[in-house]
């Protein structure tokens, strides 16, 4: 039995499995739990590091979400996103956005052919049309065609004419954006960052990974992974991760942070409900990843930073101080019950 194979099946044994006990629950959290760290094992080979990244990536997808990933060019995430494509066995398509690209390069377009001597269009599919979908530097896109990402996101479908076209599932989309080159960008509206689940801050790698990774890229061997989870496996988890159950105090307390960005100082929008079902979603993902069969006040705080990082806006005498969005919510954290 192949890797992949052998892991679809304890997936499909752990999410049809009805437990009669709270010992067969944790039991079953935990094999789940286990599934993931081979995903995380496979992704290892190939990419040094960048572990919360790699994590957070995990959280959006089992949360069935997309995310933002912001960071300083050559860190590599396109390579860390197609082998996660390549690890669970789901289709990958990438787009550079530039300013002159059209909404029809992404979704795709009507052509003509022949056949039998009549005249007939065919929809060609665009690179939309794929398991996960690397949008790179997406502030680079004119305001249209980052539009056209609006419609595929949130209702996983896309218009062309007069017809409409569901897109594969699973689907995420994973857009990157440079923060330090701002010359040419269109920043990218509030009602589309909101559409993000998650905003992913990637960083330098250390000195020790960063020497393992000229080590490993500059031999004569070059790095490869195996596929270890189904695209059927991905969906059975996702559908696990939203069946942990969370108590209603952490509940509350998930919402109370939430809400108090509406009203704290220095900010100047607050977050709409939307991060509320986000908060509570991806701290239920990062409880499986970790093997757990209920959702801490240590999985709420984590993830609250890359929930509401891009949800809130900063008053302007904040930004000029210095202050940071994480600043805010690890306050805002400290000051909530």
Partial sequence: MTGV???SSQVTYICMEQPSQKSD?????????????????????VI??????????????????HALVESNPGLGKTLMISTLSKVMDLSFSRIQCTPDLMPSDITGTFMVEEHAGEKRFRFERGPVFANIVLADEINRASPKTQSALLEAMQEKQITAGNE?????????????????????????????????LLKILMDYPAVEDERIIVDRYTSAVEPSVQRVVSRDAVLKLQRLTREIPISEEL???AINIVTATRKWNNIEYGASPRASIA???????RALIRGRNYVSSEDIHAMAYPV???RIILKFEAERTGITHDHIIAEIIKNTK
Avoid: C
């Fill in 5 to 7: 194979s052998f892991i």
């Fill in 25 to 45: 629950l944790s039991r079953i959290y935990h094999d789940a739990g286990g599934i993931i760290n081979s995903v995380f094992h496979e992704v290892e080979k």
């Fill in 48 to 65: 040094v590091g960048q572990k919360d990244t790699v994590e957070h990536l995990l959280i959006a997808i089992l949360s069935n979400g």
């Fill in 164 to 196: 409409t076209f569901k897109l594969d599932i699973p689907f995420f989309i994973l857009a990157t954006q440079n923060p330090i080159e701002m010359e040419g960008t269109f920043p990218l509206p509030e009602a589309q960052l909101d559409r993000f």
């Fill in 251 to 253: 509940k509350s307390h």
């Fill in 279 to 285: 908060l509570i979603l991806t701290a239920k993902a």
């Fill in 308 to 310: 509401l990082r891009h």
